[in-house]
Each structure stands twice: as C-alpha cells, then as structure tokens.
C-alpha cells in the first residue's frame, strides 16, 4: 500500500513537472515569436512614425503664420492641383506660375523653386490651403487668386472639364459666386474656339502660327532675330502692371471685362514668344 502511494506521487510530480516543462517551451516559443515580429515591423513603424510626424511638424508650421514664403508654398500647392487635372503645356503654365509669383514678391521670389519641389511631392486638399488663405486675405485677394489660377489654366488654350471641376472646388472654397467666374472661362473656351476656327481656315500661304508670331511681334514692338530674353520679360511685366484687372478695383463691370480680354491677349502673346526663345 506504501510502495502504491509512493508510486502515485511521484507519477503526479513526473506529470506536473512535464506540463511546467510544456509551459516554459511555449512561454520561450511566444517570446522568441514576438521578438522575430518586433524585429520585423520595427523599421515599417519607425518610417511610418517618422512620416506622420514629419507631416505634422510641416503642418504645424506652415498653418502658424503668415509670411512671403508660405504664402508662395500655398499658391504654389494650389496651382500644382489645378495642373494635375491637365499636365498639357506644364512647361508654359509653370512659367506663368512663376511670372504671378515674381509680380507678387519681386525680392522674394527665389523660394519659388523649392516651393516646387515640395508640391511634387506633398499635396494638400484644396479645400485646406484655401482656408489657410482665408485667414489672412480678403475678398479680393481671393478673387485675384481665382482669377490667375483660371488664366494659368488657359495657357493651352481651353480650360477643359477636369480643369474647370478643380476650379469650382475651390471657387466654393473662397466662397465666390460661380456666375462670374464661370462666364470668364466659358469667354475663354471661346475664344480658344474661333482662334481654333481662324486657324482651319487660314491661307494656305500665311499659317496660322506665322500670323499669331507676327502679331506677338508687333504688340511687343520687337523683332525676331533680335528677341532677347530679359527685355521680353522687362516688356511683359510692365504690361501685366497696365492690363491687370485688379488694378483697376473702381472699374465698370464693362471695363473689367475688356480688362479681362485684353489680358488674355497679353499670355497669348507672350507665350508664343516664349516658344520662339527655346
């Protein structure tokens, strides 16, 4: 009976101490298990880490104030959105692109470039520039934004639907009424329309593209074999300061309009001079 008993416990103690002996191996095997995956997922985690907080570090610091710099980073993001709806003539609208932004700030246009670089890469909502605008602009500086974005948008011609779906977003966003803007693109689109129609009906011996040469010519009051650079730019500046719109803030609906056109004329014109120097 004593020799029974003996053998009993130590059948209990051999069974205790195999099912402790299973539990250490499967504490050891969840413990290497969880290292082998924090050891995975550390480098994703710390890129995703250090992206978020880059993201909200540049945030941060791009909604706090108010300066040349931020406001070129916005209207640069800004139009970088309008021109993904229609990467047609990028090379053109850039360059309009930069013309606004040296007619804004002549001194401190230098950061345009790297304004450019962030916009590849980072994109912003509309929507969210526009109220980062609106916090330090007013009404009119709201419409004179519109307003460059619609006539950056025509560089090519034509606003087309993609284009103009980006430009009602953020219409809505300055909170603008529609109508106003929505005729000045529709006026576009049809110039662009009998330009296009003049063009299929041109004579054969004086195309199309020679005459809208020869007139640019003639409104800049320079010559082809002599075009320089600088001196075009000089010329263009000086006109957008006579032709621009809103420099004219006490002018009639009517006048505001023939403004409008003749500004239209100005790109025109000088992007087809701009051509001619590549």
């Not at 499967?26 to 250090?50: C, D, V």
């Not at 945030?59 to 406001?71: D, G, M, P, Q, V």
């Not at 953020?170 to 129609?197: G, K, Q, S």
């Not at 009906?201 to 593209?209: E, F, G, L």
């Amino acid at each position: 009976m004593t020799w029974s008993l003996l053998l009993d416990i130590s059948a209990m103690q051999a069974q205790k101490l195999a099912e402790e002996e299973v539990a250490r191996q499967k504490l050891i095997e969840a413990i290497i298990g969880f290292s082998i995956t924090a050891i995975i997922m550390s480098a994703p985690t710390y890129w995703m880490f250090r992206y978020v907080f880059s993201k909200l570090r540049k945030e941060f610091r791009f909604k706090t104030k108010f300066n040349s710099y931020n406001h070129i980073d916005a209207l640069v993001l800004l139009s970088m959105n309008v021109l993904r709806t229609n990467p047609d003539c990028f090379k053109e609208k850039c360059i309009y692109l930069k013309e606004y932004i040296v007619y804004l700030y002549p001194e401190n246009h230098g950061s345009f470039h790297e304004s450019l670089k962030m916009a590849y890469s980072d994109v912003y909502r509309s929507e969210s520039i526009v109220r980062w605008l609106s916090r330090f602009q007013q009404e009119e500086q709201h419409r004179d934004v519109v307003r460059f974005l619609i006539h950056m948008a025509a560089q090519d011609g034509v606003i087309g639907s993609r284009e103009k779906g980006e430009l009602v977003r953020i219409i809505d966003a300055f909170t603008l009424v529609h109508e106003e803007w929505l005729v000045l693109m529709e006026d576009i689109n049809r110039a662009f329309a009998r330009r296009y129609e003049y063009r299929s009906k041109a004579n054969d011996s004086i195309s199309y593209r020679d005459d809208l040469e020869r007139k640019a010519l003639e409104y800049f009051e320079m010559e082809k074999d002599a075009l320089d650079e600088e001196k075009l730019r000089l010329k263009y500046r000086k006109l957008v300061k006579k032709y621009h719109p809103d420099r004219y803030p006490d002018a009639s609906p009517e006048e505001h309009k023939e403004l409008e056109v003749k500004f239209q004329e100005l790109q025109l014109y000088y992007e087809e001079l701009l051509k001619l120097l590549v």
